[in-house]
Protein backbone atom coordinates (compact mmCIF):
# COMPACT_ATOMS: atom_id res chain seq x y z
CA UNK A 1 0.00 0.00 0.00
CA UNK A 2 2.04 3.09 -1.04
CA UNK A 3 -0.74 5.64 -0.49
CA UNK A 4 -2.19 6.67 3.39
CA UNK A 5 -4.96 4.43 3.98
CA UNK A 6 -7.79 5.30 6.27
CA UNK A 7 -7.55 3.15 8.94
CA UNK A 8 -3.72 1.97 10.31
CA UNK A 9 -3.62 -0.35 12.49
CA UNK A 10 -0.75 -1.24 14.38
CA UNK A 11 -0.91 -4.78 16.32
CA UNK A 12 -2.00 -7.56 14.61
CA UNK A 13 -3.60 -9.27 17.17
CA UNK A 14 -7.48 -10.05 18.40
CA UNK A 15 -8.06 -6.35 18.46
CA UNK A 16 -6.15 -5.37 15.41
CA UNK A 17 -7.51 -8.60 13.61
CA UNK A 18 -11.19 -7.62 14.42
CA UNK A 19 -10.75 -3.94 13.88
CA UNK A 20 -9.06 -4.96 10.12
CA UNK A 21 -11.97 -7.30 9.52
CA UNK A 22 -14.71 -5.05 10.52
CA UNK A 23 -13.15 -1.52 8.31
CA UNK A 24 -12.40 -3.28 5.40
CA UNK A 25 -16.17 -4.69 5.67
CA UNK A 26 -17.30 -1.03 6.02
CA UNK A 27 -15.41 0.03 2.65
CA UNK A 28 -12.30 1.60 4.73
CA UNK A 29 -8.85 1.30 3.04
CA UNK A 30 -7.29 -0.38 6.04
CA UNK A 31 -3.35 -1.12 6.58
CA UNK A 32 -1.93 -3.53 9.15
CA UNK A 33 1.14 -3.18 10.64
CA UNK A 34 2.74 -6.02 13.20
CA UNK A 35 6.62 -7.07 14.16
CA UNK A 36 5.76 -10.78 14.23
CA UNK A 37 5.75 -12.86 11.09
CA UNK A 38 2.45 -14.40 11.45
CA UNK A 39 -0.68 -12.25 12.59
CA UNK A 40 -2.03 -13.46 15.96
CA UNK A 41 -0.44 -11.42 18.54
CA UNK A 42 0.99 -13.17 21.97
CA UNK A 43 -2.34 -14.72 22.58
CA UNK A 44 -2.59 -16.66 18.79
CA UNK A 45 1.08 -16.35 18.56
CA UNK A 46 2.10 -18.44 15.61
CA UNK A 47 -1.98 -20.13 14.78
CA UNK A 48 -1.83 -20.65 11.42
CA UNK A 49 2.00 -22.39 11.85
CA UNK A 50 0.29 -24.45 14.50
CA UNK A 51 -2.99 -25.06 13.33
CA UNK A 52 -0.99 -26.37 10.38
CA UNK A 53 1.05 -28.55 12.28
CA UNK A 54 4.43 -26.49 12.99
CA UNK A 55 5.80 -26.73 16.57
CA UNK A 56 3.22 -28.04 19.12
CA UNK A 57 -0.16 -29.94 19.01
CA UNK A 58 -2.96 -27.70 18.50
CA UNK A 59 -4.92 -29.38 21.15
CA UNK A 60 -1.88 -28.27 23.83
CA UNK A 61 -3.40 -24.83 23.46
CA UNK A 62 -6.83 -25.23 24.52
CA UNK A 63 -10.34 -24.37 23.09
CA UNK A 64 -9.16 -20.49 23.31
CA UNK A 65 -6.28 -21.01 21.26
CA UNK A 66 -7.96 -22.95 18.80
CA UNK A 67 -9.97 -19.42 18.01
CA UNK A 68 -7.23 -18.38 16.83
CA UNK A 69 -6.58 -19.99 13.33
CA UNK A 70 -10.68 -18.58 12.48
CA UNK A 71 -9.93 -15.87 13.40
CA UNK A 72 -6.61 -15.28 11.53
CA UNK A 73 -8.32 -17.33 8.38
CA UNK A 74 -11.45 -14.85 8.38
CA UNK A 75 -8.62 -11.94 8.18
CA UNK A 76 -7.04 -13.66 5.29
CA UNK A 77 -9.92 -14.04 3.53
CA UNK A 78 -10.78 -10.30 4.02
CA UNK A 79 -10.22 -7.30 1.99
CA UNK A 80 -8.18 -6.12 5.00
CA UNK A 81 -5.31 -8.92 4.10
CA UNK A 82 -4.19 -6.67 1.05
CA UNK A 83 -2.54 -4.08 3.03
CA UNK A 84 -1.16 -6.76 5.96
CA UNK A 85 2.31 -5.40 6.76
CA UNK A 86 4.32 -8.11 8.78
CA UNK A 87 7.95 -7.99 10.13
CA UNK A 88 7.10 -4.00 10.33
CA UNK A 89 8.91 -1.91 13.38
CA UNK A 90 6.67 1.55 14.14
CA UNK A 91 9.17 3.23 15.88
CA UNK A 92 7.07 7.07 15.44
CA UNK A 93 3.57 7.89 16.25
CA UNK A 94 2.55 12.02 16.64
CA UNK A 95 -0.69 13.85 17.41
CA UNK A 96 -0.76 15.04 13.90
CA UNK A 97 -1.08 10.54 13.06
CA UNK A 98 2.19 10.57 11.61
CA UNK A 99 3.02 7.49 11.80
CA UNK A 100 7.12 5.74 11.17
CA UNK A 101 7.82 2.29 10.16
CA UNK A 102 10.34 -0.05 9.18
CA UNK A 103 9.95 -2.95 6.80
CA UNK A 104 13.06 -5.18 5.12
CA UNK A 105 15.36 -2.38 6.52
CA UNK A 106 13.57 0.63 4.91
CA UNK A 107 11.94 3.72 6.70
CA UNK A 108 8.75 5.47 6.03
CA UNK A 109 6.92 7.74 6.97
CA UNK A 110 2.69 8.49 6.22
CA UNK A 111 -0.15 10.38 7.60
CA UNK A 112 -3.20 8.19 7.48
CA UNK A 113 -6.54 9.50 8.09
CA UNK A 114 -7.10 6.99 11.41
CA UNK A 115 -4.94 5.52 13.54
CA UNK A 116 -5.49 2.44 15.60
CA UNK A 117 -3.43 1.23 18.23
CA UNK A 118 -3.51 -2.49 19.07
CA UNK A 119 -0.60 -3.35 20.52
CA UNK A 120 -1.77 -5.36 23.17
CA UNK A 121 -0.63 -6.09 26.55
CA UNK A 122 3.06 -7.00 28.13
CA UNK A 123 3.85 -9.10 31.27
CA UNK A 124 4.11 -7.11 34.50
CA UNK A 125 7.77 -7.08 35.25
CA UNK A 126 8.42 -9.42 38.48
CA UNK A 127 11.42 -7.41 40.11
CA UNK A 128 12.79 -9.81 42.96
CA UNK A 129 16.56 -10.61 44.43
CA UNK A 130 18.22 -12.43 41.74
CA UNK A 131 15.61 -12.30 39.12
CA UNK A 132 17.93 -10.75 36.06
CA UNK A 133 20.21 -14.10 36.26
CA UNK A 134 20.55 -16.09 33.52
CA UNK A 135 18.13 -18.94 33.64
CA UNK A 136 15.25 -16.12 34.33
CA UNK A 137 12.56 -15.35 31.76
CA UNK A 138 8.40 -14.60 31.44
CA UNK A 139 5.90 -17.27 31.66
CA UNK A 140 4.44 -15.45 28.49
CA UNK A 141 8.39 -15.77 26.53
CA UNK A 142 8.26 -19.32 27.46
CA UNK A 143 4.79 -19.73 25.97
CA UNK A 144 5.70 -17.96 22.99
CA UNK A 145 8.83 -20.28 22.19
CA UNK A 146 6.56 -23.33 22.73
CA UNK A 147 3.77 -22.08 20.20
CA UNK A 148 6.31 -20.32 17.59
CA UNK A 149 8.95 -23.27 17.48
CA UNK A 150 7.18 -26.16 19.91
CA UNK A 151 10.15 -25.97 22.62
CA UNK A 152 9.12 -26.76 25.81
CA UNK A 153 11.63 -26.26 28.84
CA UNK A 154 13.80 -29.32 30.01
CA UNK A 155 13.63 -29.93 33.80
CA UNK A 156 14.64 -28.99 36.68
CA UNK A 157 12.04 -25.98 36.45
CA UNK A 158 9.32 -24.13 37.78
CA UNK A 159 6.72 -21.62 37.41
CA UNK A 160 6.33 -18.43 39.81
CA UNK A 161 3.69 -16.15 40.44
CA UNK A 162 0.14 -15.02 40.63
CA UNK A 163 -2.69 -14.77 37.54
CA UNK A 164 -4.40 -16.74 34.78
CA UNK A 165 -1.29 -17.19 32.93
CA UNK A 166 0.48 -19.21 35.46
CA UNK A 167 -2.07 -21.76 35.25
CA UNK A 168 -2.80 -21.67 31.69
CA UNK A 169 0.74 -22.44 30.65
CA UNK A 170 1.11 -25.23 33.44
CA UNK A 171 -2.23 -26.81 31.79
CA UNK A 172 -0.60 -26.76 28.06
CA UNK A 173 2.31 -28.87 29.49
CA UNK A 174 0.80 -30.93 31.00
CA UNK A 175 -0.96 -31.24 27.44
CA UNK A 176 2.35 -31.31 25.76
CA UNK A 177 3.23 -34.11 28.16
CA UNK A 178 5.47 -32.45 30.70
CA UNK A 179 4.87 -32.99 34.03
CA UNK A 180 8.40 -32.60 35.69
CA UNK A 181 8.16 -29.14 37.06
CA UNK A 182 7.07 -27.36 40.34
CA UNK A 183 3.97 -24.33 40.46
CA UNK A 184 5.05 -22.13 42.78
CA UNK A 185 1.42 -19.98 43.58
CA UNK A 186 2.57 -16.22 44.86
CA UNK A 187 -1.25 -16.26 45.60
CA UNK A 188 -1.77 -14.40 49.14
CA UNK A 189 -4.26 -16.01 51.51
CA UNK A 190 -7.36 -14.12 52.55
CA UNK A 191 -7.32 -13.13 48.21
CA UNK A 192 -10.57 -15.43 47.67
CA UNK A 193 -12.47 -13.94 50.05
CA UNK A 194 -11.41 -10.45 49.14
CA UNK A 195 -13.04 -11.51 45.76
CA UNK A 196 -15.91 -13.15 46.71
CA UNK A 197 -17.87 -9.93 46.42
CA UNK A 198 -17.29 -9.55 42.66
CA UNK A 199 -18.46 -13.13 41.83
CA UNK A 200 -21.83 -12.34 40.97
CA UNK A 201 -21.50 -10.24 38.52
CA UNK A 202 -18.39 -12.83 37.51
CA UNK A 203 -21.03 -15.39 37.24
CA UNK A 204 -22.38 -13.68 33.66
CA UNK A 205 -19.52 -15.76 32.24
CA UNK A 206 -19.40 -19.50 33.65
CA UNK A 207 -17.20 -20.15 30.89
CA UNK A 208 -14.41 -18.51 31.99
CA UNK A 209 -15.06 -19.48 35.44
CA UNK A 210 -15.18 -23.24 34.65
CA UNK A 211 -12.13 -22.73 32.24
CA UNK A 212 -9.97 -21.58 34.89
CA UNK A 213 -10.79 -24.16 37.67
CA UNK A 214 -10.62 -26.43 35.33
CA UNK A 215 -6.77 -25.79 34.37
CA UNK A 216 -6.42 -25.63 37.96
CA UNK A 217 -7.53 -29.28 38.11
CA UNK A 218 -5.82 -30.55 35.23
CA UNK A 219 -2.33 -29.63 36.80
CA UNK A 220 -3.52 -30.82 40.33
CA UNK A 221 -4.42 -34.03 38.49
CA UNK A 222 -1.21 -34.39 36.62
CA UNK A 223 0.59 -34.73 39.71
CA UNK A 224 1.64 -31.38 39.23
CA UNK A 225 3.76 -30.00 42.91
CA UNK A 226 1.42 -26.80 43.50
CA UNK A 227 2.78 -24.96 46.81
CA UNK A 228 0.40 -22.24 47.77
CA UNK A 229 0.58 -18.76 48.96
CA UNK A 230 4.56 -18.49 48.30
CA UNK A 231 6.22 -15.61 49.16
CA UNK A 232 9.89 -14.05 49.59
CA UNK A 233 11.13 -15.68 46.46
CA UNK A 234 14.70 -15.12 45.80
CA UNK A 235 16.66 -16.25 42.87
CA UNK A 236 20.23 -18.00 43.76
CA UNK A 237 23.47 -19.38 41.43
CA UNK A 238 26.61 -18.35 40.39
CA UNK A 239 26.57 -17.47 36.66
CA UNK A 240 22.87 -18.57 36.15
CA UNK A 241 19.87 -19.79 38.20
CA UNK A 242 20.90 -23.08 40.24
CA UNK A 243 18.04 -22.87 43.18
CA UNK A 244 15.29 -20.64 44.38
CA UNK A 245 14.64 -20.11 48.30
CA UNK A 246 10.98 -18.82 48.96
CA UNK A 247 8.67 -18.96 52.49
CA UNK A 248 5.83 -21.30 52.10
CA UNK A 249 4.06 -21.21 55.76
CA UNK A 250 6.16 -21.16 58.77
CA UNK A 251 9.14 -22.62 56.56
CA UNK A 252 11.62 -21.50 54.19
CA UNK A 253 11.44 -24.25 51.10
CA UNK A 254 14.36 -24.27 48.73
CA UNK A 255 14.16 -25.66 44.74
CA UNK A 256 16.58 -26.83 42.77
CA UNK A 257 15.94 -25.06 39.17
CA UNK A 258 17.94 -24.87 35.79
CA UNK A 259 14.82 -22.17 34.70
CA UNK A 260 12.48 -20.42 36.40
CA UNK A 261 9.41 -19.05 34.70
CA UNK A 262 8.12 -15.52 36.11
CA UNK A 263 4.35 -14.28 36.16
CA UNK A 264 2.55 -11.66 37.90
CA UNK A 265 -0.19 -10.72 35.44
CA UNK A 266 0.18 -7.97 32.06
CA UNK A 267 -0.32 -4.69 31.89
CA UNK A 268 -0.90 -2.93 29.13
CA UNK A 269 1.66 -1.77 26.54
CA UNK A 270 1.80 1.61 26.49
CA UNK A 271 5.25 2.61 24.78
CA UNK A 272 3.36 3.54 21.60
CA UNK A 273 0.44 5.82 23.31
CA UNK A 274 2.99 6.94 25.66
CA UNK A 275 4.86 8.29 23.02
CA UNK A 276 1.94 10.13 21.17
CA UNK A 277 1.37 11.58 23.73
CA UNK A 278 -1.78 10.46 24.70
CA UNK A 279 -3.51 10.96 27.90
CA UNK A 280 -2.85 8.11 30.67
CA UNK A 281 -4.41 7.57 33.98
CA UNK A 282 -3.78 5.81 36.54
CA UNK A 283 -6.12 2.41 36.71
CA UNK A 284 -6.17 1.38 40.87
CA UNK A 285 -8.11 -1.70 40.18
CA UNK A 286 -5.25 -3.53 38.05
CA UNK A 287 -2.35 -0.90 39.16
CA UNK A 288 -0.97 0.33 35.55
CA UNK A 289 -1.41 3.15 33.57
CA UNK A 290 -3.57 3.08 30.77
CA UNK A 291 -4.36 5.50 28.11
CA UNK A 292 -7.80 7.80 28.84
CA UNK A 293 -10.59 6.45 26.00
CA UNK A 294 -14.48 6.76 25.68
CA UNK A 295 -16.58 4.32 24.48
CA UNK A 296 -15.50 4.12 21.39
CA UNK A 297 -11.37 3.94 22.05
CA UNK A 298 -11.29 7.43 21.15
CA UNK A 299 -7.98 9.08 23.20
CA UNK A 300 -7.78 12.76 23.58
CA UNK A 301 -6.07 13.17 20.67
CA UNK A 302 -8.25 13.98 17.45
CA UNK A 303 -7.87 10.43 15.06
CA UNK A 304 -5.78 8.26 17.10
CA UNK A 305 -8.08 5.64 18.89
CA UNK A 306 -7.09 2.62 21.33
CA UNK A 307 -8.26 -0.76 21.23
CA UNK A 308 -7.47 -4.10 23.15
CA UNK A 309 -5.55 -4.76 25.86
CA UNK A 310 -3.65 -1.51 24.87
CA UNK A 311 -6.43 -0.03 26.63
CA UNK A 312 -6.99 -1.81 29.95
CA UNK A 313 -6.70 -5.29 30.10
CA UNK A 314 -9.66 -7.42 29.66
CA UNK A 315 -8.85 -10.47 27.03
CA UNK A 316 -9.07 -11.61 23.50
CA UNK A 317 -12.60 -11.75 23.39
CA UNK A 318 -13.04 -7.96 24.98
CA UNK A 319 -10.35 -7.36 22.35
CA UNK A 320 -12.34 -8.90 19.42
CA UNK A 321 -15.33 -6.42 20.57
CA UNK A 322 -13.61 -3.28 20.85
CA UNK A 323 -11.52 -3.79 17.77
CA UNK A 324 -14.88 -3.61 15.73
CA UNK A 325 -16.17 -1.28 18.16
CA UNK A 326 -13.18 0.87 16.64
CA UNK A 327 -13.54 0.04 13.08
CA UNK A 328 -17.25 1.08 13.47
CA UNK A 329 -16.15 4.62 14.77
CA UNK A 330 -13.10 5.49 12.32
CA UNK A 331 -16.53 4.20 9.67
CA UNK A 332 -18.75 6.97 11.28
CA UNK A 333 -15.66 9.56 11.63
CA UNK A 334 -14.87 9.18 8.35
CA UNK A 335 -18.33 9.45 6.45
CA UNK A 336 -18.94 6.20 5.88
CA UNK A 337 -22.04 5.46 7.84
CA UNK A 338 -24.00 7.48 9.70
CA UNK A 339 -24.43 7.64 13.54
CA UNK A 340 -27.16 5.51 13.98
CA UNK A 341 -26.18 3.01 11.63
CA UNK A 342 -22.92 3.15 13.63
CA UNK A 343 -24.93 2.51 16.96
CA UNK A 344 -27.29 -0.27 15.47
CA UNK A 345 -24.49 -2.33 14.38
CA UNK A 346 -22.47 -1.46 17.86
CA UNK A 347 -25.43 -2.54 19.95
CA UNK A 348 -24.81 -6.36 19.56
CA UNK A 349 -20.54 -6.15 20.00
CA UNK A 350 -21.33 -3.87 23.03
CA UNK A 351 -23.51 -6.89 24.68
CA UNK A 352 -20.60 -9.20 23.97
CA UNK A 353 -17.86 -6.67 25.33
CA UNK A 354 -20.31 -6.87 28.62
CA UNK A 355 -19.91 -10.47 28.76
CA UNK A 356 -16.20 -10.67 28.20
CA UNK A 357 -15.73 -8.42 30.87
CA UNK A 358 -18.14 -9.93 33.73
CA UNK A 359 -15.40 -11.79 35.95
CA UNK A 360 -12.88 -8.68 35.59
CA UNK A 361 -13.05 -7.47 38.80
CA UNK A 362 -13.21 -10.54 40.46
CA UNK A 363 -9.58 -11.04 38.55
CA UNK A 364 -8.00 -8.06 39.37
CA UNK A 365 -9.00 -8.59 42.81
CA UNK A 366 -7.78 -12.31 43.44
CA UNK A 367 -4.60 -11.53 41.09
CA UNK A 368 -3.74 -8.05 42.52
CA UNK A 369 0.01 -7.77 41.91
CA UNK A 370 2.31 -6.85 45.38
CA UNK A 371 2.72 -3.17 46.27
CA UNK A 372 7.18 -2.72 45.10
CA UNK A 373 7.39 0.14 47.87
CA UNK A 374 8.59 -2.68 50.02
CA UNK A 375 11.74 -4.27 47.32
CA UNK A 376 14.91 -4.72 48.59
CA UNK A 377 17.40 -1.78 48.48
CA UNK A 378 19.71 -4.13 46.27
CA UNK A 379 16.87 -5.55 44.11
CA UNK A 380 17.44 -4.31 39.93
CA UNK A 381 15.10 -2.60 39.12
CA UNK A 382 16.20 -1.60 35.37
CA UNK A 383 17.52 -4.40 34.16
CA UNK A 384 18.96 -2.14 30.91
CA UNK A 385 21.00 0.18 32.84
CA UNK A 386 21.14 -2.79 36.85
CA UNK A 387 19.94 0.25 38.60
CA UNK A 388 19.05 -0.82 41.56
CA UNK A 389 15.93 0.04 44.24
CA UNK A 390 18.35 1.99 46.40
CA UNK A 391 20.00 3.98 43.97
CA UNK A 392 16.28 5.12 42.71
CA UNK A 393 15.45 5.76 46.91
CA UNK A 394 18.58 7.68 46.94
CA UNK A 395 17.48 9.99 43.85
CA UNK A 396 14.26 11.04 45.24
CA UNK A 397 15.82 11.55 48.70
CA UNK A 398 18.07 14.13 46.62
CA UNK A 399 15.21 16.10 45.62
CA UNK A 400 13.97 13.73 42.10
CA UNK A 401 10.14 14.43 43.02
CA UNK A 402 8.84 12.36 39.57
CA UNK A 403 10.03 9.28 37.64
CA UNK A 404 11.70 11.66 34.73
CA UNK A 405 14.14 12.96 36.79
CA UNK A 406 15.09 9.80 38.44
CA UNK A 407 15.35 8.79 35.08
CA UNK A 408 18.41 11.41 34.49
CA UNK A 409 19.92 11.21 37.75
CA UNK A 410 19.99 7.05 37.78
CA UNK A 411 19.93 5.97 33.54
CA UNK A 412 16.83 4.36 35.02
CA UNK A 413 14.74 3.76 31.89
CA UNK A 414 17.42 4.91 29.12
CA UNK A 415 17.66 1.66 28.33
CA UNK A 416 16.56 -0.19 25.01
CA UNK A 417 13.51 -1.00 27.03
CA UNK A 418 12.95 2.81 27.14
CA UNK A 419 10.77 1.70 30.72
CA UNK A 420 9.33 -0.93 29.78
CA UNK A 421 10.27 -3.00 32.36
CA UNK A 422 10.83 -0.45 34.96
CA UNK A 423 8.67 2.39 34.45
CA UNK A 424 6.01 1.10 36.83
CA UNK A 425 7.98 0.53 39.41
CA UNK A 426 10.00 3.71 39.52
CA UNK A 427 6.53 5.33 39.42
CA UNK A 428 5.53 3.34 42.55
CA UNK A 429 8.80 4.03 44.29
CA UNK A 430 8.49 7.47 43.45
CA UNK A 431 4.56 7.73 44.78
CA UNK A 432 5.43 5.75 48.04
CA UNK A 433 8.37 8.23 48.59
CA UNK A 434 6.12 11.46 48.34
CA UNK A 435 3.26 9.91 49.92
CA UNK A 436 1.10 10.60 46.60
CA UNK A 437 -1.20 8.04 44.48
CA UNK A 438 0.82 6.89 41.25
CA UNK A 439 -0.81 9.02 38.79
CA UNK A 440 0.38 11.87 40.82
CA UNK A 441 3.82 10.68 40.44
CA UNK A 442 3.47 10.17 37.09
CA UNK A 443 5.39 8.26 34.42
CA UNK A 444 7.84 8.15 32.19
CA UNK A 445 8.02 10.46 28.68
CA UNK A 446 8.75 8.29 26.00
CA UNK A 447 10.42 10.14 22.91
CA UNK A 448 10.70 8.40 19.03
CA UNK A 449 11.82 5.85 17.92
CA UNK A 450 10.51 3.52 20.79
CA UNK A 451 12.33 0.79 19.13
CA UNK A 452 16.12 0.88 18.50
CA UNK A 453 17.03 1.70 14.72
CA UNK A 454 20.36 1.36 12.77
CA UNK A 455 21.32 5.53 12.00
CA UNK A 456 21.78 4.05 8.47
CA UNK A 457 17.61 3.58 8.39
CA UNK A 458 17.07 6.89 9.76
CA UNK A 459 19.33 8.48 7.10
CA UNK A 460 17.60 7.14 4.26
CA UNK A 461 14.18 7.86 5.87
CA UNK A 462 11.72 8.33 3.24
CA UNK A 463 9.14 11.07 4.20
CA UNK A 464 7.32 11.59 0.26
CA UNK A 465 4.16 10.09 1.74
CA UNK A 466 3.68 12.93 4.80
CA UNK A 467 4.86 15.25 2.31
CA UNK A 468 2.77 14.54 -0.47
CA UNK A 469 -0.34 14.39 1.69
CA UNK A 470 0.35 18.04 2.95
CA UNK A 471 0.57 19.01 -0.27
CA UNK A 472 -3.10 17.37 -1.13
CA UNK A 473 -4.27 19.52 1.89
Known amino acids: MTSAPDLAIVGAGPAGLAAAIEGARLGLAVALYDEQPEPGGQIFRAAESVAAGKGAPLAAFGADYAEGPQLVARFRASPAAAGYMPRTTIWLLDRQRTLGHVQDGKARMLRPKRVLIATGAQERPVPLPGWTTPGVMTVGAAQGLMKSAGQVPEPPFALCGSGPLL?????????????????????????????????????????????????MQKVRMAGVPVLRHVRDVAVHGNGRVEHVTFRHGNHLGELPVQLLLLHQGVVPNVSLSLSVPLRHVWDAAQRCFRPALDAWGNSDVAGIAVAGDGGGIGGWQAATAQGELAALEAAH???????????????????????????????????APPPLAALADAT?????????????????????????????????????????MCGLTVSELVAHARGLPPDAAGTYRLRPPIKPLPVAVLADLDTSAVEEEEDAT
Open 333 to 367: ALGRIERAERDRQAAPIRARLKTALAARGLIDTLY
Open 167 to 215: YQFAAQLVAAGERRFTVLDTTPKGRWARALPFLPGALRDTDLLLKGLGL
Open 380 to 420: IVCRCEEVTAGQVRAAIAMGDTNPNAVKSRTRAGMGPCQGR
